[in-house]
């Protein structure tokens, strides 16, 4: 207010929480210990007079807010001594179990616990953590739970102020304490291994029925059932093991052997005599352990070869062996020759003592003209127990080694590999049996070519025989075909043929034999006889039948051929076809041979 004014201030509201100076405008409280939590702000109307209050003068009122500031004077404080929780056994860790809360009266900082838990029967079971928003307690599982082992908590659970001010109150009164207890339900597992997992070793000499060891599973629930043990087939394909379904014991099935299989990774399963058959499962770990069964062997198949000019002492071939077995030592095996009252006189071997040899030349000079091939029994022998030994016998060529050394046709390069001379023998022969089979085809298709024409042959043959010719007899006004061969002389056919075969040969030589032939003559009269003693063939003069009717007869030629007063084939009232007709037709020759 401005100076030379006089003004009244006074507190309209009477209250006796507070106290107005008019001079100054200050309130203060008139009241020690007040509490926010009873009541959090104030509202005072304030009036301002001028003049003193005079009549005439001005007058103004405000109302002036008052708030409590909070303090820490309150502590944490649980409305339950108990609180109960239950949980399934099977419950995964970090599951939460519930929440608790202590109240406090104050606010902000002042406001914010921390909770702990004392454990009075077991620790690190279970933990609590602070919301940071609701300043709740929330319960939270650390480890397994096992209902068989342990079916109930009780727990303590302490809160305290995270700020606190002992200008206010004592240090003990910002604790307070509760107790939860936690219960543990029960559910039905499966069985349970004592040992996961089994790791067991066995000699891979064990003979069938060897107990291996046992495996052990319980049924933890009150229950207790009855447990059955197998084998998974998966884990055991070949089914070398095999257990005792009620003990769990288990055998060798089967001979083993290291050097097929060294471990077997099983798996082993156990499964509860009860409606809901739980199950479990262990893995099993078996490692054969070896001994020596196995003989040494040369690690590679050598072919050494010794040149013409080798001198004594010199290296032939660096030997090597190997063996399937796996010693706990390492392999160490020895070299030397089939002892012998006589010493080979050709080669030595040398044993390096570091698991190789050396075959060496025990004289010098070597000729292909002498030998071209040597013989070299070697004898192997391990260090195992028992000690075994194998004698393998390398077979040294000599050769004319090049003046490097090389031996173009020793043991070392092979030209073709036994292999490759197989399947070239094998494509020889199908090639070979691929010509055969052609060749058979084109020969049974020529025969079939050649038996079809034939038969063409003689059919064309048979159909031109039974062709009917005529003749004109020139006494008669009417021409009347006359049939060559009668009907009824069908039957004679097979005769027919026999004739016919004569004729061809005949007529092919008719040429060649004169008519003082016996052949021919005897010919002409088995033609003539059958002709005379035939009725139903007429005269053959007409057809032109022979070739040729031979000459120097007494008597004449008998045929009318040569007469030129009459000759009934000439005189034809019509063109009867051509005068010439050749016989190849009717005797199966060729056409060109003879004609008429």
């Avoid at 702000?41 to 708030?67: K, N, R």
């Amino acid at each position: 207010m401005k100076t030379g004014l006089f003004c009244n201030v006074q507190i309209l509201s009477v209250l006796s929480l507070f106290i107005f100076f008019s001079i100054t405008g200050i309130i203060v409280t008139s009241w020690p210990n007040m509490d926010r939590e009873a009541r959090e702000t104030y509202l005072v109307v304030v009036q301002v007079e001028d003049m003193l209050g005079l009549t005439g003068g001005y007058s103004a009122t405000t109302t002036v807010t008052i708030s409590l500031m909070d303090v820490n004077d309150n502590g944490p404080t649980f409305q339950h001594n108990l609180y109960t929780f239950a949980i399934s056994e099977s419950a995964p860790v970090g599951t939460t179990l519930g929440r608790i809360m202590a109240d406090d009266g104050d606010v902000g900082l002042n406001a914010k616990m921390n909770y702990s838990l004392e454990d009075l029967e077991e620790s690190s079971t279970f933990t609590i953590q602070t919301d940071p928003d609701t300043q709740e307690g929330i319960v939270i599982l650390a480890q397994p739970l096992d209902y068989e082992t342990k079916r109930r908590f009780v727990i303590a659970v302490e809160a305290i102020n995270a700020n606190i001010d002992t200008r206010f109150m004592n240090a003990y009164e910002f604790h307070d304490r509760t107790t939860i207890k936690i219960t543990v339900t029960n559910v039905d597992e499966p069985p349970i291994f004592y040992e996961t997992p089994y790791n067991w070793k066995v000699l891979e000499s064990a003979q069938i029925g060897t107990q291996v060891g046992t495996v052990y599973a319980k049924d933890t629930d009150t229950n207790n059932n009855d447990i059955r043990y197998s084998i998974l087939k998966s884990s055991d394909t070949r089914q070398m093991f095999k257990i005792d379904p009620s003990n769990g014991t288990v055998y060798v099935a089967y001979l083993l052997d290291r050097e097929t299989a060294a471990w077997y990774n099983l798996t082993i399963d156990a499964r509860e005599n009860s409606d809901e058959q739980l199950s479990s499962s262990v893995s099993l770990h078996i490692t054969l352990l070896d001994i020596n069964d196995n003989v040494p062997t040369l690690s590679q198949d050598y072919q050494p070869y010794v040149c013409e000019d080798t001198q004594a002492g010199e290296l032939i071939e660096l030997i090597s062996a190997t063996d399937a077995d796996d010693p706990v030592d390492g392999h160490h095996f020895y070299f030397s020759m089939i002892p012998d009252k006589h010493i080979n006189p050709n080669f030595t071997i040398r044993d390096n003592q570091d698991n190789t040899a050396s075959i060496l030349a025990r004289r010098s000079t070597f000729t292909q003209h002498d030998r071209t091939h040597y013989h070299l029994p070697v004898v192997i022998r391990d260090s195992g127990s028992p000690i075994l030994s194998s004698t393998t016998t390398l077979t040294i060529r000599v050769c004319a080694c090049q003046p490097t050394g090389y031996c173009p046709s020793g043991g070392l390069e092979v030209s073709l590999d036994v292999s490759m001379q197989i399947l070239l023998g094998l494509s020889v022969c199908l090639i070979i049996l691929a010509v055969l089979s052609t060749l058979m085809l084109a020969m049974r298709k020529y025969k079939t070519l050649r038996q079809e024409k034939m038969a063409t042959q003689e059919l064309e043959t048979v159909e031109f025989s039974e062709k009917i010719l005529s003749f004109t007899i020139p006494d008669i006004q009417s021409t009347q075909p006359v049939p060559l061969r009668h009907p009824c002389r069908r039957e004679r056919k097979l005769c027919r043929e026999e004739v016919t075969t004569s004729i061809r040969m005949s007529l092919r030589h008719s040429h060649l034999i004169g008519p003082e032939d016996t052949v021919f003559q005897q010919f002409i009269m088995d033609r003539l006889d059958e002709a005379d003693e035939d009725p139903y063939v007429p005269p053959f003069d007409c057809m032109h039948t022979y070739a040729f009717e031979g000459t120097g007869s007494v008597t004449g030629s008998l045929s009318s051929l040569e007469s030129a007063i009459f000759d009934p084939c000439m005189f034809q009232t019509h063109d009867a076809g051509p005068h010439l007709l050749p016989l190849s037709p009717w005797l199966g020759a060729a056409a060109d041979e003879i004609s008429f």
